[in-house]
Structure formats: structure tokens, C-alpha cells
């Protein structure tokens, strides 16, 4: 369960790291539900975490949203990954123990910060 999360987590940070080879190797949809995955994932932690304001959520996610529809994945498509990425890592981070969350917020914060 934790080890789920935390290899999405990792997605998350490596998600930034994509070259462009490797996002011309998967299918739009493919890209599309790797970028949802990471994209729910980075809400429910930054949810539990407080370390985003939902305005700063909303944003990311309509910014999302314009990427994927500019490589022809429809926003309803997009956004039923989501929801559906999401409600796992929420389920996912309520069952981690106290110390697991802990590390999982300062992994944000680390991340965030760019160090």
C-alpha cells in the first residue's frame, strides 16, 4: 500500500524528468493516463499535506487539462483518469501510518522546492 504510493510519488518526481523520446514512444492516451496519474496524485498528497491552496489545485489541473486536449485526449476522458488515479491515492494515503504521511509530505515540500 505505502509502496504503492510511493512509486506514484516517484512518478510524480520523475514525471517532470520526460524527454521527448519518451513521450513521442506512448500513444496520446498513454501519456494522457501517466500525466493523470501523477497530475491526482500530486493533488491528493498536496491535499494532505496543505501544501497548496485549491485555487493553485484548480489551476494545475485546468492545466492539465489544456495539455492532454492539445494532444487530442478530451477533457472528459483526461478528467475520468483523474478521478479515477486520484480516488486510489486518497484511499491509499488514509491507509499509511502517521510516519509514512509524514515522509510523504516532506518528499512534497523537497520537491517543491526545487532541491
Known sequence: ????????????VGLSALSFSAY?????????QQFAQAGATIQAVAEECGDYTQSQLK????????????MGVSVAQYDQMFEASYNNARTQIAMASPA???????QMKVAGSGN
Do not use: G, W
Request: aromatic share 4%; charged share 20%.
Open 59 to 70: 489551476e494545475m489541473r485546468k492545466q492539465q487539462q489544456t495539455s492532454v486536449s492539445a
Open 100 to 106: 509514512e504521511k509524514a515522509e510523504m509530505c516532506e
Open 24 to 32: 513521442t514512444q506512448a500513444s496520446p492516451e498513454q501519456f494522457a
Open 1 to 12: 500500500m505505502a509502496q504503492n504510493l510511493s512509486r506514484s510519488f516517484a512518478l510524480v
